[in-house]
């Protein structure tokens, strides 16, 4: 029963840091790169830009460090 247990926990954390790099690929690297490289609409509102990057690495920093301390609970 431990392998399955294990094995759904490694299963999650997974998951969580698979999420946690999408969000930080679509909320902060993106946009970013879309601003610098002039990809963005000129209408767009840069302060936007500076909030919802970091908000963004600050949640899939969250969601990583989740999947992390999932991992931790792993049956010996």
């Known amino acids: 029963m ?16 698979g999420l946690a790099t999408a969000l930080i690929a679509a909320g ?23 909030v919802a990057a970091p908000v963004c690495i600050g949640f899939g920093l969250a969601l990583h460090f989740w999947g992390r301390a999932l991992l931790g609970r792993l049956l010996n």
């Open 2 to 17: 431990r392998i399955i247990a294990n094995e759904r926990l490694k299963h999650t954390a997974s998951w969580l840091n």
């Open 28 to 50: 902060a690297f993106a946009p970013t790169a879309a601003l610098l490289y002039g990809f963005a609409s000129t209408s767009t509102n840069r302060t936007f830009f500076f």
